[in-house]
Structure formats: structure tokens, C-alpha cells
């Protein structure tokens, strides 16, 4: 089964390759495209929106469009933070992925994906990214579109919570998104 996995906005770092490399022991196939082209910023918020405002929405956007092209249109998708915005917009041009998981971050589920598609939403709690209006929407929107939601705040937690390397990190809360996630992979394979 393909999977593509998007980074996040301090670009391609070792948190991505590490999930890339977890993915394919267990035999997926996995296309992590590097969508700033080699550039990479701090673990601060402002570093990496003027890294992103730098290389361009289309860009990234555009490089992310290019991998999944070379995906099967079944690929699952799985987004870290700005990798979720990824997702967002190329979603609706992707709606026989078999599965989608937002780490960090929500997006709206797309009227059309297939129905039981499940999708899953991991975030902070208390999290500027994932400001209750939106965690609502990511709820609201998989149920009209069919797709089978599971939702998980993480309390003590900081926004980028599954990266070992960054303050933000909190184990308890990483284990429990990836034993969802792949839980979730396993069960559409």
C-alpha cells in the first residue's frame, strides 16, 4: 500500500524521516516528498512561515501534487502540521485516498470521499492550530462526507508533540497517535 507523508513547515527533518522509515519496516510504501526543495528552518513558528512565505504556497503545493502523481490513487495520506494544510488543498483531487491522518492540525474532509473512509485528527490541546471551530469542522465535514472520524486531543501536550526533538514533545501523546494511525493503515490494507 502507498502512503504519502507530508512535512511540516521547518521543512524535510529527521521527525518525517524516522515516521517514513517506521512506515516501510512495516511494508508500506512510502513517498516522502521534500516539499522545500533541501531547505529546512528552526523548530521556531517564525522561522519556518518565512521559510513557507519564501518558497511559495504554489510551490510547496505544486511539489506535493507531483509526488502524489506518482502514487496510485488509493495512497493514504498523513500530514504533520503545515503537511496538513498540504493535504487540504490537494484532498479533493485525492478523494479515493484509503485513508487520511492530520498530525497536529485539522482540514476539512472533502464531500466525495469514499464512504468509510477513515480519517483521523491528532492535536494539542489548547492549540492555536487547532482552534475548537476547526476540530468541529474536521468532525462536521467527515460525517457528511461518510468518512469514519476519529479525533484525538492530547492533553499536556505542546502543537508538535510527535517530534522527540522539539519542546513540544510528549511521548505519551506520540505513542498514542501512532498507535492509532497505524491501527488505522493496518485496518485498509
Known amino acids: 500500500m ?3 507523508v507530508f512535512h511540516s513547515m521547518w521543512g524535510l527533518r529527521p521527525v518525517e524521516v524516522a515516521a517514513a522509515d517506521r512506515l516501510r519496516s512495516l511494508g ?37 501534487y507531483d509526488a502524489l502523481s506518482r502514487v496510485s490513487d488509493d495512497a493514504a495520506m498523513i500530514g504533520f502540521s503545515m503537511g496538513v494544510g498540504v493535504i487540504s488543498q490537494v484532498w479533493s483531487d485525492r478523494l479515493g485516498a484509503a485513508a487520511v491522518a492530520c498530525l497536529h492540525a485539522p482540514a476539512s474532509v472533502p464531500a466525495g470521499v469514499w464512504p468509510g473512509t477513515p480519517v483521523q485528527l491528532h492535536y494539542a490541546a ?64
Do not use: C, K
Not at 528552526?42 to 510551490?59: C, Q, R, V
Open 28 to 64: 508500506y510504501q512510502v513517498s516522502l516528498p521534500d516539499l522545500f526543495g533541501g531547505r529546512t528552518a528552526p523548530g521556531e513558528l517564525e522561522a519556518g512561515f518565512a521559510l513557507m512565505a519564501e518558497i511559495g504556497w504554489s510551490t510547496i503545493t505544486g511539489r506535493a
Open 126 to 189: 489548547g492549540d492555536r492550530f487547532a482552534p475548537p471551530e476547526q476540530v468541529a469542522e474536521f468532525r462536521r465535514s467527515a460525517a457528511a462526507a461518510g468518512a469514519v472520524a476519529l479525533v484525538r486531543e492530547y492533553e499536556e501536550a505542546g502543537h508538535y508533540f510527535t517530534d522527540e526533538s522539539h519542546p513540544d514533545y510528549a511521548p505519551a501523546a506520540a505513542v498514542a497517535a501512532w498507535t492509532d494511525l497505524l491501527n488505522m493503515l493496518q485496518s485498509v490494507r
Open 2 to 4: 502507498d502512503v504519502v
